[in-house]
């Protein structure tokens, strides 16, 4: 740090490699989610689109259990179209306060902008711009009688935060820039700094992107109206619609594709272009497109289902079951269990919770199952904790473990409640969670049975 060398800069406004999202409505359902990531796949696959699959809330108890299934990460959330400041910031790379000014000169001069100066720790400390070192100049001519004594040499050869302008505003990067706006225009500067959540340095911003910044490019799957889509949809600009719902699309400046067919999900919709272009999706998407489509028709019994959700079905079941992504072998066993991951606990049998995603691990001197399950919200455990610890003990019985454990995930806030049983339970003692009235073990930071817990109990057990 503190020596320029002229690393890549992320230039924010470059149409070429400038994302569009693809994003499904509020309160995501499955075909939401499978309908971006299918759709921003093919897109990319097919055009070499730039197509980021994204999700406008927080992806329900039925679509994370599918994504677990099939092993994809959820789409990135985009709670609203409004750009931040991030999508206009300059990341520059930063100088030190004691490097000389020439240094700063010369990064102002390649990157025609500011030279960021930010200490060792990465606090933004000013900015060293044309301004700052004509106020510097001017500073030195009025202290010095004798200016033919001083070089140009010598000048440049100082500090670069003596010539620095100290008194640059910061706008954390998640700031709208909307929101910053009235201050930016308030002030003289054309340069501020952008800065982290912790206050550190990010970057620097220019008045003319915060006055005009880019516009975010969004692909609207699996709705068209605005009441039904990510905030501030005004701010973005619509590339097109991809859909089964009834029409009431906001108006937009330009024709674009639009597509708001009467079947039965829009992952049908997506299938069939992928088919078209001949394009293959890997099991897990196809999988997740499998699921769309069987969750949006109740596994083809829903009367919106049409002749071609059926070929799609056939056609997504042939990319995807029987993978090791789905493990299933029919779509109609595949769709049970997709639905059942969306039904709650309340209204489950103590089997289809236990059983659904129920992992046996065994080793040389231990034979233990964990089963996970997906909930919106923990309170649904109280309820049947008794019957699900007995079936926890049915198990245990049955299938001669050591441990049972059923891993209750609370997909919306994150964390998990961990039930647990078996004649050698008393090992788990140490696991880092604490202990509940119930008997229960709270997790708040545990999401992932394979990365997390796993770990922990086979630590606890070897
Ligand atoms: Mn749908």
């Known amino acids: 740090m503190g020596v320029y060398s002229p690393q890549p800069e992320r230039a924010p406004s470059e149409a070429a490699i400038s994302p569009i999202y693809v994003i499904g409505h509020l309160n995501p359902d499955t075909d939401a989610i499978a309908a971006a990531v299918g759709y921003a796949w093919l897109l990319r696959e097919r055009d070499g689109t730039n197509a980021i699959p994204a999700r406008a809330g927080a992806v329900n108890p039925q679509t994370a259990w599918v994504l677990r299934t099939v092993g994809l990460e959820a789409p990135r959330l985009i709670a609203d179209a409004s750009p931040r400041m991030e999508r206009i ?8 306060p004691d490097r000389p000014l020439r240094e700063a000169w010369a990064m102002a001069a390649a990157g025609r902008s500011a030279a960021p100066v930010v200490s060792a720790d990465g606090e933004p400390l000013g900015l060293v711009t044309g301004d700052s070192v004509f106020r510097f100049l001017s500073k030195q001519m009025e202290e010095r009688v004798d200016l033919d004594s001083v070089s140009v040499a010598r000048i440049l050869a100082v500090a670069c935060q003596s010539a620095m ?32 959540e912790d206050g550190s340095y990010f970057g620097i911003c220019r008045t003319p992107d915060v006055l005009n910044p880019p516009r975010l490019r969004l692909i609207l799957v699996d709705h068209n109206e605005a009441a039904q889509a990510l905030g501030a949809l005004d701010e973005a600009d619509l590339v097109e619609v991809l859909d089964h719902h009834r029409l009431g699309n906001p108006a937009t400046n330009i024709p674009i594709p639009f597509t708001a067919d009467p079947v039965g999900s829009t992952s049908t919709l997506v299938s069939e ?5 001949r394009c293959r999706p890997p099991a897990a998407i196809a999988g997740l497109l499998l699921a769309g489509l069987l969750s949006d028709t109740l596994v083809l019994r829903s009367p919106t289902t049409t002749d071609r959700d059926r070929q799609a079905a056939e056609r997504l079941g042939g990319w995807a079951l029987n993978s090791v992504e789905v493990p299933f072998d029919s779509g109609t066993a595949f769709g049970e269990a997709v639905l059942a991951a969306g039904a709650g606990l309340a209204v489950r049998t103590v089997d289809s919770i236990l059983n659904t995603d129920l992992k046996i691990y065994e080793g040389e001197h231990f034979k233990f199952g964990i089963a996970q399950v997906e ?85 606890l057990l070897s």
Do not use: H, W
Not at 89 to 96: A, F, N, V, W
Not at 166 to 189: H, I, K
Not at 273 to 277: D, G, I, L, S
Not at 379 to 392: C, F, K, P, S
């Open 89 to 96: 910031t300059r990341t520059l790379p930063p100088i030190l």
């Open 165 to 196: 302008d100290a008194d640059v505003s910061c706008f954390p990067l998640t700031m709208r820039v909307r929101d910053a706006r009235a201050r930016v225009l308030r002030d003289e500067r054309d340069d501020f700094f952008v800065t982290r």
């Open 273 to 277: 272009r992928m088919a078209t272009a």
């Open 375 to 459: 909930v919106a919200n923990l309170n649904e455990l109280a309820v049947r904790l008794t019957e699900i610890t007995a079936g926890l003990e049915g198990l245990v019985e049955a299938r001669g473990l050591d441990l049972a454990v059923l891993m209750v995930t609370d997909v919306v806030r994150g964390g998990s409640r961990l039930v647990l049983t078996g004649p050698q339970v008393g090992r788990l003692d140490d696991l880092p969670y604490k202990r509940l009235p119930d008997g229960t073990l709270d997790a708040p930071d545990l999401v992932s049975r394979k990365k997390q817990l796993l770990p922990g109990i086979l630590g």
